[in-house]
């Protein structure tokens, strides 16, 4: 406040300057100066009103944070990877309406394929216990599920599922509010459209 008292001061000083310099043949009209008073007048309100806003912007931004602790130990949804530890992981299925037949596919962190199966076309949800096309058990780590809808043999494109993950940390990034879920994953909390205590 004293900032802005100062800057207030320094305006009137300029303002009386100006009227004991200005050329007596050609005065400055009184309402010259009632417009420079209302326009900086103006400007300090707005100046206080933007500061306020700033203020009002980080108490939010501190209490979303805040509220995010509860989420730490919880499971969140989100689409994108998945971390396998040896437990099965259950996805939300997302099928193509057009499609006469769903395959689920699984990617590792590479992209490479590990895994595919077709899927019962009424499923709601779809469980991957970790097998691999060689039957063997895919090692811990970071996986993708997707559903690729076919129609007669061809492809109609996949879309990734949500999974559930582990929140083990909440982070305040430049891009705004991410968590970190287990295996590393980092998801933006917008991205979440879930979350569950654990099973």
């Known amino acids: 406040m004293s900032g802005d008292s100062s800057d207030y001061e320094t305006f009137l000083k300029m303002l009386t300057a100006q009227m004991q310099n200005q050329d007596p043949l050609n005065p400055v009209e009184a309402s010259d100066f009632a417009a420079q008073l209302a326009s900086f007048s103006t400007v300090e309100q707005q100046v206080l009103t933007n500061d306020l806003l700033t203020s009002i912007e980080a108490r939010l931004a501190n209490s ?3 509220a995010l602790a509860d989420w730490v130990g919880m499971e969140a949804r989100s689409r994108g990877a998945v971390y396998f530890d040896g437990a099965e992981i259950t996805a939300t299925v997302q099928r193509e309406s057009a499609a006469d037949r769903n395959d689920l596919v699984v990617r590792n962190d590479a992209g490479a394929e590990v ?4 899927i019962d076309p009424e499923a709601l ?14 090692p811990h780590g970071q996986y993708e599920l997707s559903i690729e809808g076919f129609s007669s043999g061809e492809s109609l494109g996949s879309a990734v599922l949500e999974t559930y993950g582990r929140v083990q940390e909440a982070r305040v ?9 287990a295996g590393g994953q980092v998801v933006a909390t917008r991205d979440v459209t879930a979350l569950r205590a654990p099973l």
């Open 64 to 66: 979303d944070f805040a």
């Open 173 to 181: 990034e430049e891009s705004g509010l991410t968590l970190v879920l």
């Open 115 to 118: 895994y595919r199966a077709t």
């Open 125 to 138: 949800e779809v469980t991957w216990g970790g097998e691999t096309q060689s039957g063997s058990i895919a």
